[in-house]
């Protein structure tokens, strides 16, 4: 079963501009992470934020994390085309050493150049 | 070094047929997962190895479905009497030990059951 809800669902946005995209879950959790996706194959790991923390950035992206809503979200800045992929959220659950992701249905980004 | 491979990249089958699907992992990586991804799904975790052991085989969907990792490096997801439902991109995914460790995937292995 998928923990992960993201929204929205597509995105289309002109190059240059910002993109925001959520994520919620339902479950208390230890770390949440984004990945990328792109043509339905191999995922890249983006970014990942802990459980007691709240905001992080990695370049052009920042992503927060509200543990009292369930919710999560990660804004590209200044977008490319190349950003043009299918982004993930995945949550783990528990404390166990190597515990699995559980992921969300994904966003469906467009960058038109 | 090298990152995780999948073999083969496509695989076609007929209904009933049984199929092998190889993950090499990165190279010092003890952990090792399998997940199924569907169209338009996020991917689901199948079950995951720590060394040569399935620590967690809680998404494997039935007994037709088996996995092993017998020297704690390349992994085989076995898949038994195969069926339409099974056609999906079947990834791999290998890791460092530790809970904020990042999982790297592979490219995926496509597989259609006709």
């Known amino acids: 079963s998928q923990q992960g809800e993201e929204d929205p669902q597509a995105l289309s946005i002109q190059e240059g501009e910002n993109a925001t995209m959520n994520c919620s879950y339902k479950?208390?959790?230890?770390?949440l992470q984004w990945y990328r996706q792109n043509s339905g194959r191999g995922l890249v790991h983006l970014i990942l934020i802990r459980s007691n923390e709240r905001e992080k950035h990695s370049g052009r992206l920042r992503v927060t994390l509200d543990t009292s809503k369930k919710s999560s979200s990660l804004l590209i800045t200044a977008s490319r085309a190349a950003d043009t992929a299918s982004y993930f959220c995945a949550t783990r659950n528990d404390t166990g050493a190597n515990s699995k992701l559980t992921f969300g249905k994904g966003i469906t980004l467009s960058v038109r150049p | 070094g090298a990152g995780v491979s999948q073999t083969p990249s496509n695989k076609v089958t007929e209904k009933g047929k049984y199929v092998e699907l190889r993950c090499d992992p990165i190279?010092?990586?003890?952990?090792l997962y399998w997940y199924r991804q569907s169209l338009g799904q996020g991917p689901e975790f199948l079950i995951y190895?720590?060394?040569?052991?399935?620590?967690?085989d809680s998404g494997l969907p039935n007994d037709r479905f088996f996995a092993v990792r017998p020297e704690g490096s390349v992994s085989t997801l076995k898949i038994q009497r195969t069926e339409r439902g099974d056609s999906a991109v079947y990834l791999c995914a290998s890791s460092l030990s530790g809970l904020f460790n990042e999982q790297f995937f592979g490219p995926g292995t496509r597989l259609t059951v006709l």
């Open positions: 479950t208390s959790i230890n770390n």
């Open positions: 190895f720590q060394g040569t052991g399935a620590a967690d």
């Open positions: 190279s010092g990586h003890t952990a």
